[in-house]
């Protein structure tokens, strides 16, 4: 038998935990663009944290997660583009097609008669 969800129980959708906010508060500080400072997580450099002597190093797992969110800022995701090309005598792409799959290559010293 399964109870019922109460109202208000865990953590609400979008709410952010102490990390996150820290880093939050850290980006503010230093004026870096959150996509460059992903770039530094997912290098494994250094973070300093407030409040806090040591440097945070970013675990294996941190800098995966940072890698794969700051990765839509340098490299946009590919979507599939249909082409239309006619093909016929007078399409460039036709002789540029007919050199690379070699019905138009001629043995060297090849001389026409």
């Known amino acids: 038998m399964t109870?019922?969800?109460?109202k208000g129980r865990g953590r609400p959708p979008g709410a952010s935990n102490k990390f996150t906010r820290?880093?939050?508060?850290?980006a503010a500080n230093t004026g870096e663009l959150?996509?460059?400072f992903l770039l530094r997580v997912s290098r494994g450099e250094a973070i300093a944290m407030p409040g806090q002597k040591k440097p945070h190093y970013p675990t294996?797992?941190?800098?995966?997660?940072?890698a794969d969110r700051a990765a839509p800022f340098y490299a946009p995701r590919l979507s599939a583009v249909g082409l239309k090309a006619s093909v016929g005598p007078s399409n460039p792409?036709?002789?540029l097609l007919e050199i690379v799959n070699g019905s138009r290559r001629?043995?060297?010293?090849y001389q026409k008669p």
Do not use: N, S
Not at 22 to 26: F, L, Q
């Open 3 to 6: 109870t019922p969800k109460r």
């Open 22 to 26: 820290k880093m939050r508060e850290v």
């Open 34 to 36: 959150p996509h460059e």
């Open 60 to 66: 294996f797992e941190e800098r995966v997660q940072a």
């Open 93 to 95: 792409w036709v002789e």
């Open 106 to 109: 001629k043995p060297p010293g």
